[in-house]
């Protein structure tokens, strides 16, 4: 039975997504990406968020800071580089946010 996309990616295996906002793009080739993720605390209930910081390839430079994208698990490419681009779920709006 030959092979088919569909079939390659199944025995490969599921790959992690995530979306996060693009917090630095002055690498080349490179972003960095913040996820935030919220939890309740196991003792306390108080949700509690936490952020995570990812180094994602993006080939052709195409995010800027303060867009919000989508990156996916891929082989180490560099020392801290796990994670590709997919692409830009939405753009930013240009104005930057004012620091408290």
Do not use: C
């Amino acid at each position: 039975m030959p092979e088919t996309a569909n079939s390659t990616v199944a025995k490969r295996g599921t790959r992690k997504e995530r979306v996060g906002e693009v917090i630095s793009n002055k690498m080349a080739k490179t972003i960095v990406v913040q996820i935030e993720r919220r939890f309740p605390h196991p003792r306390y209930k108080k949700v509690v968020t936490a952020y995570s910081k990812f180094y994602a390839h993006d080939e052709k430079a195409e995010a800027k800071v303060g867009d919000k994208v989508r990156i996916e698990e891929t082989r180490p490419l560099s020392k801290l580089k796990r994670w590709r681009l997919v692409g830009v779920v939405e753009k930013s709006s240009g104005v930057e946010r004012v620091a408290a």
